[in-house]
């Protein structure tokens, strides 16, 4: 794949203009646990306890969800994006089960290694970007079913520069690395990082507060 990984979540909303801030969310280590490797498949999906409830907290206060993740066990000719369409199938499930709020409006994913120079990989904001776009940008006419692929230019990032700031003020992002907060800075986010193995309700209290600005971030 040379494009970016895309994959509605469960609700069958058009999306399009919209002023909602949207949480973006990393996957391994914030809604399941990440593994050694990788996930390598929808049985190896262990939701972080309470991660579900946070989701559909979320959505309750009128966040749009978007899940963005580098999984380059695709590139590597591990596994196929179909593989990684049944993983987000089980999450999607196991959010569900703690809270019936919990659907994931996009799920996007990079299936790039580094070396393929790609301009979604975080720390990277083009999957932040293209999440933007498809949730509260265009008009979709006619949804694309599926998993499907989306070509995305390369962004430009100054690191050294002052933070952009992101299309709402109160969109957020959410990860256990280093460069899950590089992709939040550069889209203009606030930050929470938090620890892999309690994922997500390390920071329920923290973005609830709208005067929250998040973690800092050094490039
Ligand atoms: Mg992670
Ligand atoms: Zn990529």
């Not at 979320?58 to 590597?76: D, F």
Request: aromatic share 8%; hydrophobic share 35%.
């Amino acid at each position: 794949m040379e494009g970016v990984f895309v994959q509605w979540g469960p609700e069958p909303d058009d999306f399009g203009p919209s002023s909602q801030p949207v949480a973006f969310l990393d996957r391994d280590g914030v809604l399941n646990l990440g593994k050694e490797g990788y996930v390598n498949g929808p049985d190896e999906v262990e939701l972080l306890k309470g991660a579900g409830l946070v989701v559909g907290a979320l959505k309750e206060a009128g966040y749009l969800v978007c899940v963005v993740t580098n999984q380059s066990p695709i590139q590597r000719g591990l596994w196929g994006p179909e593989r990684l369409g049944d993983i987000h199938h089980e999450l999607q499930r196991q959010l569900l089960g703690e809270h019936s709020k919990a659907a994931i409006d996009l799920f996007l994913a990079c299936p790039h290694r580094f070396k393929d120079g790609c301009a979604c990989r975080k720390p990277s904001p083009g999957m932040l970007r293209l999440g933007h776009q498809m949730l509260r940008e265009e008009i979709p006419t006619e949804r694309q079913e599926g998993p499907f692929e989306r070509r995305i230019e390369s962004p430009v990032v100054d690191w050294w520069g002052k933070k952009p700031s992101s299309p709402h003020p109160l969109d957020l992002m959410v990860g256990d690395r280093r460069s899950d907060m590089g992709a939040g800075w550069a889209f203009g986010c606030r930050l929470f990082r938090v620890n892999a193995s309690i994922g997500l309700t390390q920071v329920q209290l923290q973005w609830l507060n709208d005067e929250t600005s998040g973690d800092s971030f050094q490039p």
